[in-house]
């Protein structure tokens, strides 16, 4: 079947180089301001901030030939931004709070670890097996490659 493809070519890759740049000056400014003035919502603003800027990490890095499906889109890149969001969440909201551990784990760590790490690297590891064959590296441009290769081997 046909994916649909979303293209992110130079100007769009500028923008989104821009806006990456305003989201990590925000974060330094959510981080010391927050933390000046006790504003407790413009921090958890700036982790949200982080959890963007690793979804434009991810719209740099997961193009092939300025192409990328939506599926990817999808899995991993807004997978990876919500998982993020969630850990950001569990974590900040129930900070400094007494509450029943989850497998051994107060809340706050919980989303830490299975939203922010584990969340990572499946959106990550995952995200290459299910696309990398199709998308990064397809079986007839490996194999174009390999050929190519040979040929320069056949020369020397």
């Known amino acids: 079947g046909k994916h649909q493809m979303i293209t992110i070519g130079d100007q769009k890759r500028d923008v989104i180089v821009v806006i990456m740049a305003l989201l990590w000056a ?4 959510a ?3 927050g933390a ?3 504003n407790s919502g413009l921090i958890l603003c700036g982790f949200f ?3 963007l800027i690793v979804g434009a990490f991810y719209l740099l890095g997961a193009v092939t030939n300025e192409k990328m499906p939506v599926s990817v889109l999808v899995y991993p890149v807004i997978f ?4 993020w969001v969630i850990a950001f969440v569990m974590a900040y909201q129930t900070r400094g709070q007494k509450l029943d551990f989850i497998l051994g784990m107060h809340p706050g760590m919980f989303g830490a670890i299975v939203f922010f790490w584990i969340g990572s690297m499946v959106a990550a590891a995952v995200g290459l097996l299910v696309w990398f064959d199709k998308h990064i ?3 007839d441009k490996w194999a174009e490659f390999e050929n190519e290769v040979t040929q320069q081997e056949k020369l020397h």
């Open 36 to 38: 000046v003035n006790k």
């Open 49 to 51: 901030a982080s959890a």
């Open 137 to 139: 590296l397809p079986p």
């Open 26 to 29: 925000f974060v330094l400014y």
């Open 31 to 33: 981080a010391w301001s």
């Open 80 to 83: 990876n931004v919500v998982c």
